[in-house]
């Protein structure tokens, strides 16, 4: 079990910014595919952006892409999810997660597990609230 350690997030009206930020080991950082999916109520859970540590391949879902933005830095053992254009269907509870599979669940979009546990690592979970 790998924790990670999630920041950001927060509430904005539609068309604004947030940001995310996600940490973790040296170890767990560099064998691994991290990005986060979000969960809303009644929702199934989304693969959003992942990002390939090493080679810095990004994935990210339809829904989405131009808005949202991954990056790392690899100094720092963090990834960040950068979310431009919010709109109130992004609300939802947003977890980073690090797993093999994951950069290929985002970009297949594959269904993903159905607990955050069984993920490689994971963190707490953040809220991101966009009002209309």
């Known amino acids: 079990q790998v924790q990670l350690v999630e920041s950001g997030g927060g509430s904005v009206q539609a068309g604004g910014s947030l940001s995310l930020s996600c940490a973790a080991s040296s170890d767990t950082y560099r064998r691994n595919c991290m990005g986060w999916f979000r969960q809303a109520p009644g929702k199934e859970r989304e693969g959003v952006a992942a990002i390939h540590t090493l080679l810095g391949s990004t994935f990210y879902a339809d829904s989405v892409k131009g808005r949202f933005t991954i990056s790392r830095d690899n100094a720092k053992n963090t990834v960040y999810l950068q979310m431009n254009s919010l709109k109130p269907e992004d609300t939802a509870m947003y977890y980073c997660?690090?797993?093999?599979?994951?950069?290929?669940?985002?970009?297949?979009?594959?269904?993903?597990?159905?607990?955050?546990?069984?993920?490689?690592?994971w963190g707490q979970g953040t809220q991101v609230t966009v009002s209309s």
């Open positions: 997660v690090a797993d093999r599979q994951f950069c290929g669940m985002v970009a297949g979009g594959r269904k993903l597990p159905a607990r955050v546990t069984d993920f490689g690592g």
